[in-house]
């Protein structure tokens, strides 16, 4: 359980402690209703090792799981979404309550494979939010993390498989929603400039090396996913 400290959250004796490293500063006074799909690379170079020791896949899932628990203390009526990709993608959580989003992100871990289809990764994000339908109390934001190229990925006519994955981010954008992209790995790991273009902006897409850079970031966007 979390308690406000002045500024600061702290954790006191209950069912579950939460470390969240970061001042929570700047949140938006008018913040509205967040759904959050939180779309993650399940590859299976994602079992490798950070710069502080901690495998990708742990440590996004830990990061994962803090924005989940900060958004929870915000915002009790937030909804979270758990999508995985690698040679397929799959929807693990949709729009759930807390508990089951933490639930369906220690899952992710027994299900990765080889591949990294950014193209059916978005898609499946766009059918989702497709699904739910149209909403004016809530504000949308999918965080796409990945820590490879993308591969496996059907070419398009012009024989680029990133023609392919922009095409499909342009029918999520087109939902009207924020998304984020994160690369995760050492510079070259990943396609920044696709990251780049397939997020609402370039001050949308994030990159980090690290567990503890990867925390802080989730930790700031948990706290404006229900901002303009």
């Known amino acids: 359980r979390l308690r406000s400290c002045g500024g600061r959250f702290r954790s006191e004796p209950g069912p579950r402690r939460v470390f969240l490293p970061l001042v929570v500063r700047g949140t938006c006074p008018a913040a509205a209703h967040a759904d959050v799909v939180l779309v993650m690379d399940a590859s299976s170079s994602m079992a490798r090792n950070t710069r502080d020791g901690t495998s990708k896949i742990d440590a996004a899932t830990q990061a994962a799981t803090t924005l989940i628990d900060l958004m929870e203390l915000v915002d009790a009526t937030a909804r979270i979404a758990v999508l995985g990709f690698n040679d397929r993608s799959w929807i693990e959580a949709s729009l759930d309550p807390a508990a089951d989003a933490r639930a369906a992100l220690a899952r992710l871990k027994t299900q990765m494979a080889e ?94 090396t690290s567990a503890a850079g990867l925390q802080r970031l989730f930790t ?3 706290t404006g996913a229900g901002c303009p």
């Open 115 to 208: 591949g990294t289809r950014l193209d059916l990764a978005l898609s499946t994000a766009s059918a989702l939010i497709a699904a739910r339908g149209a909403t004016t109390d809530r504000r949308t934001m999918v965080i796409l993390l990945t820590d490879g190229l993308p591969n496996h990925v059907p070419p398009a006519e012009d024989g680029s498989v990133e023609t392919t994955v922009l095409r499909t981010a342009s029918q999520l954008k087109r939902q009207g929603l924020a998304v984020h992209t994160v690369g995760f790995g050492e510079p070259g790991d990943f396609n920044a400039e696709l990251l780049r273009d397939i997020a609402s902006g370039a001050d949308k897409f994030h990159a980090e």
């Open 220 to 222: 700031v966007l948990a």
